[in-house]
């Protein structure tokens, strides 16, 4: 039997210190960690070297399914350490095995059965092909897996990348990093790579971020690092990563894609915070893994980069014709971590290295403190949703059905030129490209266009093209939606990457935002308040329409919901109509707001409940700044309504001191609901159970709904105790994603809003109805005029509750109707009064903190 001394003679690179052959070095240090067993470095060794000696000293192409087992990285270090050239497959892709083995006919295959078991699989003893001495792995392209193109890896390219990345990251024998990633995807390898090279531990497992179990593996084995794509970042913001105590975590890596600047700042300040580092990093399979890695004390304050080359290699801008005279080229990079090529067939095993450097496709620009900072891409290439995407291949196929067409890439968008009229249709364009391509159809964006962009040379203007997928306005650039976003929000610190939600904006200046948006738009997604800025993109041109239909427009039904409830209740209580109900709809209507901009997944608890906090005080201050002046001109409040206790403390007698009863109320279930939420525990539930966490919720409310203990017979229950489970069923409304859970959440209001007036089953009718329409209508037909009105009622609600009671009295013996028109005028201009002074507020704090903690200009009413 081979001993892991023995390998080293007579193979390929047996004179480099290839990783895989130095694990005995390393002796009983602990290597690889399952979730019930462990395997020091002197027992992977032996195990390599019974593998090695199975597999033998003649040389052979070896494919190994990969996995994140001990069986997997046994094979994969055993071939390596023996000299025979590994063809690294997803294990858990059958058709990606079938056909690469097809395609390369290996000379042994190593896969698990179906049983789990382990098989190695000699199909012959000598090697059907030419093996090139210095070919050590063969990989897929990124997002390619199952096609016959192949990057072809050296022992040089393994032992340098991995030395590069140990000493960036500053890899320690007392690390040990979870497996996120899979094996067969360079980024993966990549770790196990580093990691053994350092005599580090590898906890393997194919456990998601998304598990609890994941976790508990984690801590138990003192785990210091785990690798994240941009998806994991959004796994993390749901589970709640922020409350997890890692005490031993040191760092954690991202790659696999552009993360949102906005999101590398906030995971650089979470992990400074609480004690470990952010390694933002660049690569591609092509050069083995990494290129570039971003310093963790620039990434708060240079997120939009990618940093600096990794150890041992270098960058180069090379002029490109698509972007002359930006200060920016395409992206070239030397190291001794570059391929030695590409292989499309099994004869190319035979070559040696046949390019010296690689051309990345990214294009790029040196910034004055060094870092490198990815702008765009070449026209020649696009990597679309991590899928990599030749445009010129996209052309050849359009040719082929008789259409002609320039495509480029543009962010995670692929965009599509095509010369054409009124009679070619767009969307089989894009069925074409998404068919052959795999791309979802949101990343396609097709213009046809009856002449295609060319320079004065006649050559194709791919600038033209990628400005056509960057436009989300005619004649409106981004930077106008980041300006429109700064005005609204009060911020200054909007970029392309920031959301409504990100920006901390809530349901007021929602209303604003979302009546704006729609008008440049003419259309609002669903989810628009969740999109970063460069997503919010023009739809594909609609089909001419008649004047008349070109002023519709939609309205959504939360925000029609406020500006009709504050009508119903101000004419209510003038007495020019009977329609009550509106102010417990408000109630269920501030749940609702709640949930969709409080909190929505990215933002950690922290935030969240500053956010909700800074809703609260907006509610607080302009009510006891006009109860105050209330309270000097009459006699009908107290000072208990000043404080907002009135309905603690009474006098429960006062007819007139119960006006502001929504107001305390809906106080009340704020500052609970954010001291509920700022518990861990909580705020971990609400994510993994969004929407049972609300219906639970609304559940106990019910008990008080319904007075099953017999408490008012005792004491005085306020009226936020009373009414509060309106409130979470509007929370569980925001929350129902799925139709059974909007049938079970319509049910409950259904079943429990009945009899909740007594002898006013109409008043009970108009609170389920608008409940109801919550739930299922998201948005409703409108016009232009209609929608600026209902905005500026919506936004402007809270503050008609609050000042309708000393304006209506002076009006009401004239004329009701002048009444309900002056108490509605007044409170909108309260309401711009008041939020210019909490916009000041705001300006205030935020000098004395940062500009990014200024808050948007809303409450959640």
Not at 27 to 51: C, F, H, N, P, Q
Not at 267 to 281: I, N
Not at 478 to 485: I, M, S, T
């Amino acid at each position: 039997m081979l001993t892991p001394s023995d390998l080293l003679s007579g193979v390929p690179g047996a004179m480099s210190p290839l990783f895989a052959r130095r694990l005995a070095a390393h002796g009983d240090r602990t290597a690889l960690l399952t979730g019930d067993s462990e395997l020091s470095y002197r027992e992977l060794a032996e195990k390599v070297a019974r593998i090695a000696a199975r597999l033998g000293s003649r040389r052979r192409l070896v494919l190994l399914a990969g996995a994140n087992t001990a069986d997997a990285v046994v094979t994969y270090l055993a071939a390596l350490a023996a000299g025979h050239p590994v063809l690294l497959v997803p294990g858990d892709n059958e058709e990606a095995v079938r056909s690469l083995t097809a395609a390369y006919d290996p000379d042994v295959v190593v896969a698990a059965d179906r049983s789990g078991r382990w098989q190695l699989n000699e199909r012959r003893a000598v090697s059907a092909h030419e093996l090139h001495p210095d070919l050590a792995l063969l990989l897929s392209t990124s997002g390619s897996t199952g096609s016959p193109k192949l990057v072809r890896l050296s022992y040089e390219n393994l032992q340098a990348n991995a030395e590069s990345i140990a000493t960036y990251l500053g890899i320690r024998e007392d690390d040990r990093a979870a497996t996120t990633l899979p094996m067969h995807y360079c980024y993966g390898l990549s770790v196990i790579n580093s990691h053994l090279l350092r005599g580090a531990g590898l906890i393997l497992t194919d456990l998601s971020v998304a598990d609890d179990g994941f976790w508990d593996l984690f801590a138990a084995a003192r785990a210091t690092a785990f690798a994240a794509v941009p998806y994991t970042f959004d796994l993390l913001d749901r589970i709640g990563f922020a409350e997890l105590r890692l005490p031993h975590l040191r760092y954690v890596t991202q790659a696999g894609g552009r993360l949102a600047p906005d999101r590398v700042r906030h995971y650089a300040e979470l992990g400074h915070r609480e004690g470990w580092d952010l390694y933002v990093m660049y690569g591609q399979t092509e050069a083995t893994a990494r290129m570039a890695y971003l310093p963790p004390h620039h990434a708060a304050t240079h997120p939009e980069t990618i940093g600096l080359p990794i150890p041992g290699g270098s960058f180069r801008l090379e002029p490109h014709p698509d972007w002359l005279g930006q200060d920016t080229g395409e992206l070239v990079y030397s190291g001794p971590n570059v391929m030695l090529g590409y292989a499309e067939s099994a004869s190319d095993l035979a070559l040696g290295r046949t390019t010296d450097e690689l051309h990345t496709g990214d294009i790029a620009r040196r910034t004055p403190d060094g870092l490198y900072e990815i702008v765009g891409r070449s026209s020649r290439f696009a990597k679309i949703l991590g899928l990599r995407i030749d445009p010129g291949r996209v052309e050849a196929l359009l040719h082929r059905h008789g259409l002609t067409a320039l495509c480029a890439g543009a962010d995670d968008e692929l965009v599509v030129a095509v010369a054409g009229g009124s009679d070619t249709d767009a969307g089989q364009v894009r069925r074409l490209v998404t068919g052959e391509y795999g791309l979802p159809p949101r990343a396609v964006a097709v213009h046809v266009l009856p002449e295609l962009p060319r320079l004065a040379t006649g050559k194709p203007d791919y600038e033209a093209v990628r400005k056509l997928g960057r436009e989300p306005l005619p004649g409106e650039q981004p930077a106008d939606l980041c300006r429109l976003y700064a005005e609204i929000l009060d911020r200054t610190d909007v970029t392309e990457d920031s959301s409504f939600v990100s920006l901390g904006g809530d349901s007021l200046s929602y209303v604003e935002m979302s009546l704006n948006l729609e008008r440049a738009l003419g259309h609002l997604p669903p989810d628009w308040h969740t999109r970063p800025i460069r997503d919010l993109r023009r739809p594909e041109p609609a089909p001419p329409q008649s004047p008349k239909n070109a002023r519709r427009r939609t309205l959504e039904t939360g925000i029609a919901l406020r500006a009709l409830a504050i009508v119903l209740i101000v004419g209510s209580h003038i007495h020019v109509f009977y329609v009550k109900g509106g102010a417990h709809l408000l109630l269920a209507v501030a749940g609702y707001n709640l949930a969709r901009f409080h909190l929505a997944p990215p933002a950690q608890r922290r935030e969240r409940v500053r956010h909700g906090l800074r809703s609260i005080t907006r509610i607080v201050l302009p009510s006891i700044a006009w109860i105050a002046i209330a309270l000097l001109l009459t006699d009908d409040y107290s000072l208990t309504n000043l404080v907002l206790l009135h309905s603690v403390l009474g006098p429960h007698d006062s007819e007139t001191a119960m006006h502001f009863w929504f107001i305390e109320a809906l106080t009340y279930i704020l500052v609970a609901a954010m001291a509920l939420l700022s518990l861990r525990i909580v705020d971990r539930t609400e994510r993994r159970f969004p929407f049972a966490l609300p219906i639970t919720i609304a559940a106990l409310g019910l008990v008080t709904r319904y007075d099953l203990f017999a408490l008012r017979d005792r004491i005085h229950l306020p009226s936020a105790a009373v009414v509060f489970w309106l409130f979470a069923l509007g929370w569980a409304a925001a929350k129902a994603d799925k139709t059974r859970q909007r049938v079970l959440v319509t049910a409950a209001a259904v079943a429990t809003i009945p009899g909740f007036f007594p002898g006013e089953p109409f008043r009970d009718a108009v609170l389920a109805a608008g409940f109801v329409l919550l739930v299922w209508v998201r948005s409703l037909p409108s016009l232009g005029r209609v929608n600026t009105a209902a905005g500026v009622l919506a936004s402007s609600s809270l503050y008609i509750y609050l000042t309708h009671w000393q304006i209506y009295p002076l009006i009401d013996d004239v004329s009701g109707w002048l009444a309900l028109l002056a108490s509605l005028l007044f409170g909108i201009g309260y309401a711009a009064v008041a939020n210019r002074v909490m916009r000041k507020l705001s300006g205030l704090r935020a000098q004395r903190q940062r500009p990014a903690a200024a808050s948007s200009e809303a409450t959640d009413y």
